[in-house]
């Protein structure tokens, strides 16, 4: 399989804290990108960024790219109890196939 | 208003029993595709489209055939539903090519199948 992994798989902070959450991947990628699954819905694009790109910000979201390490770093700054939501990074390959990690749960407790 | 509706969003059948997911965008998107979401599995994708007529597996095509005749529609096809199908059904398209774009997805269709 070419699934990408999240760690940690399951995240419980408070209000206010930061949140980081991790995603390895297996092969070479044109991008990679970050979506947030509210339980049972679908999935809501957040952040992509290139594979020449290694660091990118959106409002209180900061992604990090390693392509030398397989991996991408999602930080959430300042969580709200809003952000409860799994978060999946998915990589695009150059035949036009998306995998997507297995995802982490993100609790922000009030 | 941009979307991709999906229909039905929950169905519950029976094992043998064809059945058929629809998906249709609004956006004009060349990009259409199938996932499977299953607990500790993540989305697997299915099948994909790059435009009208062309279609491709990916990585859990078995059982399942789809269909690309207008641009707008993407359907999805269990000809014969197993138990082992029972699953969480997105259907997602993108502008141009998928490695370019950013997918959007529609709201699941949870299928159970007995």
């Known amino acids: 399989s070419q699934q990408g992994e999240e760690d940690p798989q399951a995240l419980s902070i408070q209000e206010g804290e930061n949140a980081t959450m991790n995603c390895s991947y297996k092969?070479?990628?044109?991008?990679l990108q970050w979506y947030r699954q509210n339980s049972g819905r679908g999935l809501v694009h957040l952040i992509l960024i290139r594979s020449n790109e290694r660091e990118k910000h959106s409002g209180r979201l900061r992604v990090t790219l390693d392509t030398s390490k397989k991996s991408s770093s999602l930080l959430i700054t300042a969580s709200r109890a809003a952000d409860t939501a799994s978060y999946f990074c998915?990589?695009?390959?150059?035949?036009?196939?998306?995998?997507f990690g297995t995802g982490t749960s993100l609790t922000v407790i009030p | 208003e941009a979307q991709v509706t999906q229909n039905p969003r929950y169905l519950i059948t029976v094992t043998g029993k064809k059945l058929t997911v629809t998906c249709s965008q609004n956006?004009?998107?060349?990009?259409m595709s199938w996932y499977r979401q299953d607990p500790g599995l993540g989305l697997r994708q299915i099948y994909y489209?790059?435009?009208?007529?062309?279609?491709d597996k990916g990585d859990v095509p078995e059982g399942y055939k789809v269909s690309r005749k207008e641009k707008r529609n993407f359907p999805l096809i269990l000809e014969s539903p197993s138990p082992n199908q029972t699953s969480l059904y997105f259907c997602a398209s993108s502008k141009r090519l998928a490695v370019t774009g950013e997918l959007f997805f529609g709201e699941g269709s949870r299928l159970t199948v007995l």
């Open positions: 092969t070479s990628i044109n991008n």
């Open positions: 956006m004009n998107h060349e990009y």
């Open positions: 998915a990589t695009a390959n150059t035949g036009n196939q998306f995998y």
């Open positions: 489209s790059m435009n009208v007529e062309v279609t």
